[in-house]
Structure formats: C-alpha cells, structure tokens
C-alpha cells in the first residue's frame, strides 16, 4: 500500500526526515509513534501526497506522488492533526461539500454522509453548526469525513491529541471498527497506550529516523524486560540526581534507568525487585509494579520519554 | 468501510476520481461555494442594492446638483448623474474585490484552514483558485447588475447595447484586481498589511482615478498617474459604454490592460499559493 526508501524531507537546511524505510500492507493498522519533533508529521504529508519529497522512494498504491498526486489523493482518507472541518457549515454540509471534492454526485455524498453519521454517532447532530461541537465530536466528524470517498488507505495524524480520556476511547472505539472492517490504517502518535491500542505493527521515531521496528509486543519483548518496578524518590533540591541511589540497586535488575523523580528497575519479576530494594534499606515514598510499555521501549532507545 | 456498507454499495458505487482538468476540478467546488453563499447572500444582495441608491441619491443627485451639465467637461455626459454613475459602478466593482481576496483569503489558508481541507481529496491549488475567484467574479456580477438595474430609472444610461457591454465589463475590472489582489493575499503571513492595502491602495484609487471627476481636472503629473491605474481603464471603459461614446481602439486598449491584469495576476496567484501550501 506504501513503500517508502530513503525517504527524506527538509526544509531550508533542516531535515526533518533523514532517510526512512516503511512499507505498509494491505489491511493492517501502522503506526508512527515518537515525540514532537521526530518528523512524523513530515512523513504524513509526503505520505499524503501534499508535501514533495525532498530525497529518497515513495510510492502509495503504486503511484508516485511527485507525478499522481490527484490520483493518490482520490484513494486515500485524511484525519490532518488540526481540524479543517469549515465551522460555519453544519455537520452534514461538512461531509457533503468535501465528498463533491471527490467528483461523487451529489445524491450519493448524501446517501454516504449519512451512514457515516450514523457510524461515528454524530446522527443527532447532523444539522448542528460545527462551532457548536464538542473537541471530540469534531474529531469523529473529521474522521467521518476523510471516509467519504471510501479509501484505500486512512490517515490519521495524531488522532487524539487534545482530546479527554473519555473522548479518545470514543474515537479508538470508531478506529477498532474500522480495522476490523479491513480498512488500512496508517497513525502517528505520540501517545504509547495509542500504539498499543490501535496499531499491529510500528516504527518509533526519533530526529528525524526509525531507531525500532515491529508489533507493539514484539518491540517491548525485544527492547524492554517483563516487569519494571518503579521506585519514587523525593527530587533532589541541591540539583543532584538520584545516580548515587541507582548505583545501590543496580545489580538487582537488568538496567535501571534514573528520572528527576524516580528509578526505573527493568526486571522479569516487579515484586521480588521491590522486596530486595526494601531489603537493602531504601525507602522510596511509592513503589509501583507494572508490565513494559512502547513508553520504556522508547526510554531504552532513545534515553528520552515520549511525551515531555 | 467495505464490509459494513456492502449493502449500500450496492446500490452506489461511483468511484472517487482525480479531476478531468482545471474546470472540472473547480465545479466540485461549486457546491462549497452555493452552500456558504447561501447563508449570506440576502444581506449580500440587500446592501448592492441599497449602496448604490445612497451613492447616487448624495453624490450624483444632491452633490451633482451643484455642478455645470456641461458635456464638455463631463467627457461627454449631459449630467453629473450621468457621469459620475458609471465611474460608481466600475469603483464598486473594485472595491467589492478588495473585501473579497483579501481576509477571506487568509482566512481560509490560515484561521480556519478551508484550503487544506480542499486540497486533501485530489483537487489542487488550480481548482481552489479558479473556483475561489469563479465565486469572485459571480459576487461582482450580481452587484454590477443590481447597481445598473436602480440606476436604469434615474435616465443615466444612453445606449442599451452599452449598458449590456457594461455588465461583463465590471466582471473584467473585478477580476483585473482579484487576481493579484489574491495572489498578495496567498503569500501574506500577517493580516496587518491588510489595512495599508486599503487605505493606501483601495481608497486613493476609488477617488483619483476618474470616477468622480475627470481625471484631466488633476494637474501633471497627477493626470499621468490617474490614466496608468487599472481603476481609471475600468473608469473610463464603463463610462464608454454607458454613455454610448464608445471609441474602439482606446476601448480595446482598456480591455488589454485589464485583460493582462488577470492573466499576470493568476499566474502570480498560482505560484504564491502553491509555494505557501505546498511545502
């Protein structure tokens, strides 16, 4: 479905891709999981077929955007990070003037933009003004309308930032549908629980390249330990860190990583970790026991957390 | 979507497709344009209708009333009325533009992003151009034929096969500014050059450029300046043809300045706007 290599962006003497390869398959659900900054959103739009190519292969169902940019964006869905929905249309209007875009006529758009209502729950709002929605309301009409045209592939660029919990579970719940309709996903998140939710495969990002590759489960089972036990520490007033702490419990796991706040013990077996620490006369103000995530995975690779 | 409209497949399954060309990719813009048009075109259509009434009742009855009918200076109108209507005309065809391709512009690339909306499915900067200046020339249109319409009964129009050149007429003028007016707009980060534009653009062009008075009443090289505005070609080519004084070779010469306007404007509308979306 997309085949890129080498592919690079830049703008000016900034690169803000350097050289990545990525091929997504028919069906699946890709995620592009990094911070801010990591050039996620750069690829989205090469990938989107609105930005050139600076450097490098890429191809979206076949076709080369630098010459079938109109073809490739007929078949393609696009949640863009910032809204674009026209708030001064009504919800309905919103997804029959952007379905006409796509050359449907326009009892069709209609007929479509009502099952897509219906589908992310917006039926009742249908004739309301886009101003008067709430963030993740507008999300899902977003996400209904970049399915107007029935796409091969959706993009979806980080679909849930800035929404409440309660809403992104909403707007999971309508992306869980569509996967399992079959419709190919590509993501970009900064969020960790996001990739694990949504994605079957990934790449993290970091500067600009991919630092890993592979399922959620694969990449923490490869990059990270069953267990990590957290230790809370006080933070340090005299601008120290909690180095001399760490190096105490260092042969107790696999690796230790040191936060402002707290240690890191990556290890097979959280509790027993904890009772050693304990042990040895440390005295954390919280312990807390829990299974890896794509957030550790990131840690270990790029000694940096996700979100900062 | 597949599987859960298999049904509704069925019974529609027109494929989305990448646009025919330039025109066909404007007209699916069509429907953006009715569906916005339709929530202000009242209010549109009232005020073309009574702004030119005020316009011609102050300047061209009250204020008219105290200058000589004398076709002599009048470049050939038998009454103030008659002269200064079809300058009026030809100005509001201006300044109607102004108001169109600037904040609306910038708004829709950069406050509530309408163009990138546009340009996700597979139209392209083009289409949003020729439909977005398409729209332009619809709203000058409309003004300009409700503005001859109220001015039919005051007896200013001479020549009927004039008045019906007029009306296409202020469609040229109009897009004669839209064009790089909008291509400005397009490349323009910050609203703050808006207000300069107008005071320092719009407002010295609707009143020296021959709309009120002629422009040989400016001393040189004022008189000079006056003739190289675009407003003063649109000026003097409407008051042709309103009066039924039309001379063909400085008509033409009119037509081709205005013609230019627009065909350098969109190449340069073009090219700002995809060097500002396209990055």
Same mark, same amino acid.
């Given at each position: 479905?997309?085949?890129?290599?080498?592919?690079?962006?830049?703008?000016?003497?900034?690169?803000?891709?350097?050289?990545?390869?990525?091929?997504?398959?028919?069906?699946?659900?890709?995620?592009?999981?990094?911070?801010?900054?990591?050039?996620?959103?750069?690829?989205?739009?090469?990938?989107?077929?609105?930005?050139?190519?600076?450097?490098?292969?890429?191809?979206?169902?076949?076709?080369?955007?630098?010459?079938?940019?109109?073809?490739?964006?007929?078949?393609?869905?696009?949640?863009?990070?910032?809204?674009?929905?026209?708030?001064?249309?009504?919800?309905?209007?919103?997804?029959?003037?952007?379905?006409?875009?796509?050359?449907?006529?326009?009892?069709?758009?209609?007929?479509?933009?009502?099952?897509?209502?219906?589908?992310?729950?917006?039926?009742?709002?249908?004739?309301?003004?886009?101003?008067?929605?709430?963030?993740?309301?507008?999300?899902?009409?977003?996400?209904?309308?970049?399915?107007?045209?029935?796409?091969?592939?959706?993009?979806?660029?980080?679909?849930?930032?800035?929404?409440?919990?309660?809403?992104?579970?909403?707007?999971?719940?309508?992306?869980?549908?569509?996967?399992?309709?079959?419709?190919?996903?590509?993501?970009?998140?900064?969020?960790?629980?996001?990739?694990?939710?949504?994605?079957?495969?990934?790449?993290?990002?970091?500067?600009? =390249?991919?630092?890993?590759?592979?399922? $959620?489960?694969?990449?923490?089972?490869?990059? *990270? %330990?069953? #267990?990590?036990?957290? !230790? &809370?520490?006080?933070?340090?007033?005299?601008?120290?860190?909690?180095?001399?702490?760490?190096?105490?419990?260092?042969?107790?796991?696999?690796?230790?990583?040191?936060?402002?706040?707290?240690?890191?013990?990556?290890?097979?077996?959280?509790?027993?970790?904890?009772?050693? =620490?304990?042990?040895?006369?440390?005295? $954390?103000?919280?312990?807390?026991?829990?299974? *890896? %995530?794509? #957030?550790?995975?990131? !840690? &270990?690779?790029?000694?940096?957390?996700?979100?900062? | 979507?597949?599987?859960?409209?298999?049904?509704?497949?069925?019974?529609?399954?027109?494929?989305?497709?990448?646009?025919?060309?330039?025109?066909?990719?404007?007209?699916?813009?069509?429907?953006?344009?009715?569906?916005?048009?339709?929530?202000?075109?009242?209010?549109?259509?009232?005020?073309?209708?009574?702004?030119?009434?005020?316009?011609?009742?102050?300047?061209?009855?009250?204020?008219?009333?105290?200058?000589?009918?004398?076709?002599?200076?009048?470049?050939?109108?038998?009454?103030?009325?008659?002269?200064?209507?079809?300058?009026?005309?030809?100005?509001?065809?201006?300044?109607?533009?102004?108001?169109?391709?600037?904040?609306?512009?910038?708004?829709?690339?950069?406050?509530?992003?309408?163009?990138?909306?546009?340009?996700?499915?597979?139209?392209?900067?083009?289409?949003?151009?020729?439909?977005?200046?398409?729209?332009?020339?619809?709203?000058?249109?409309?003004?300009?034929?409700?503005?001859?319409?109220?001015?039919?009964?005051?007896?200013?129009?001479?020549?009927?096969?004039?008045?019906?050149?007029?009306?296409?007429?202020?469609?040229?003028?109009?897009?004669?500014?839209?064009?790089?007016?909008?291509?400005?707009?397009?490349?323009?980060?910050?609203?703050?050059?808006?207000?300069?534009?107008?005071?320092?653009?719009?407002?010295?062009?609707?009143?020296?450029?021959?709309?009120?008075?002629?422009?040989?009443?400016?001393?040189?090289?004022?008189?000079?300046?006056?003739?190289?505005?675009?407003?003063?070609?649109?000026?003097?080519?409407?008051?042709?043809?309103?009066?039924?004084?039309?001379?063909?070779?400085?008509?033409?010469?009119?037509?081709?300045?205005?013609?230019?306007?627009?065909?350098?404007?969109?190449?340069?509308?073009?090219?700002?706007?995809?060097?500002?979306?396209?990055?």
């Amino acid at each position: 479905m997309i085949h890129a290599s080498g592919l690079r962006k830049s703008f000016g003497g900034f690169e803000a891709v350097r050289g990545i390869d990525v091929d997504v398959r028919p069906g699946e659900a890709f995620g592009f999981l990094g911070p801010n900054g990591a050039g996620k959103s750069s690829t989205m739009r090469m990938i989107a077929a609105v930005s050139p190519v600076s450097g490098g292969t890429l191809r979206i169902l076949g076709m080369d955007p630098a010459t079938d940019a109109q073809q490739i964006k007929a078949r393609i869905g696009v949640c863009p990070q910032e809204d674009t929905l026209d708030t001064e249309l009504t919800v309905r209007d919103n997804l029959v003037v952007y379905g006409r875009y796509f050359g449907l006529p326009r009892a069709e758009v209609r007929e479509r933009a009502q099952e897509l209502l219906e589908f992310v729950q917006l039926t009742e709002k249908a004739d309301a003004m886009v101003d008067d929605l709430s963030g993740g309301m507008k999300r899902r009409l977003t996400i209904a309308r970049s399915l107007i045209n029935r796409p091969d592939i959706l993009l979806l660029d980080e679909p849930t930032t800035g929404l409440d919990p309660q809403a992104r579970h909403v707007v999971w719940d309508r992306l869980f549908r569509l996967k399992q309709q079959g419709v190919t996903l590509v993501l970009t998140t900064h969020y960790m629980d996001e990739a694990e939710q949504l994605t079957d495969r990934l790449v993290v990002m970091d500067k600009g =390249v991919i630092v890993a590759e592979g399922s $959620p489960l694969d990449l923490i089972a490869a990059h *990270s %330990t069953r #267990e990590v036990a957290e !230790l &809370r520490f006080p933070v340090p007033t005299d601008g120290g860190t909690h180095e001399p702490l760490a190096e105490k419990v260092a042969d107790l796991a696999e690796r230790v990583e040191v936060l402002p706040d707290r240690l890191l013990l990556y290890t097979a077996d959280g509790e027993e970790t904890v009772t050693k =620490v304990h042990e040895r006369g440390l005295q $954390p103000i919280a312990t807390l026991v829990r299974r *890896s %995530t794509l #957030e550790d995975v990131f !840690l &270990r690779l790029t000694g940096r957390t996700l979100v900062d | 979507m597949a599987h859960k409209h298999t049904q509704a497949e069925t019974r529609t399954q027109t494929q989305a497709t990448a646009p025919r060309g330039t025109i066909d990719g404007a007209l699916r813009l069509l429907d953006y344009w009715a569906t916005a048009y339709r929530r202000t075109w009242k209010g549109s259509v009232v005020s073309s209708f009574v702004t030119p009434l005020l316009y011609v009742l102050a300047m061209g009855v009250l204020l008219g009333g105290f200058v000589e009918a004398d076709p002599d200076t009048l470049e050939g109108a038998t009454s103030y009325l008659a002269f200064v209507v079809p300058g009026m005309i030809a100005a509001q065809s201006m300044t109607l533009v102004f108001g169109e391709v600037t904040y609306p512009v910038m708004g829709m690339i950069k406050w509530n992003r309408t163009y990138y909306a546009m340009t996700a499915g597979p139209l392209g900067v083009e289409h949003v151009i020729l439909a977005h200046l398409g729209f332009v020339a619809f709203r000058v249109a409309v003004s300009a034929a409700v503005f001859l319409a109220v001015v039919a009964p005051f007896g200013v129009h001479e020549a009927w096969w004039g008045v019906l050149l007029a009306f296409p007429v202020q469609v040229l003028i109009g897009l004669a500014f839209a064009a790089p007016i909008y291509a400005f707009s397009a490349g323009l980060k910050s609203e703050s050059a808006f207000s300069l534009v107008f005071r320092l653009g719009m407002i010295p062009l609707f009143l020296f450029s021959g709309a009120f008075f002629p422009v040989s009443n400016l001393d040189q090289p004022l008189e000079s300046l006056a003739v190289i505005t675009p407003l003063w070609h649109g000026v003097d080519l409407t008051r042709m043809l309103t009066l039924g004084t039309l001379e063909l070779g400085p008509a033409l010469v009119h037509v081709a300045y205005l013609g230019a306007l627009v065909v350098l404007g969109w190449w340069w509308a073009q090219r700002r706007l995809q060097r500002r979306m396209v990055v």
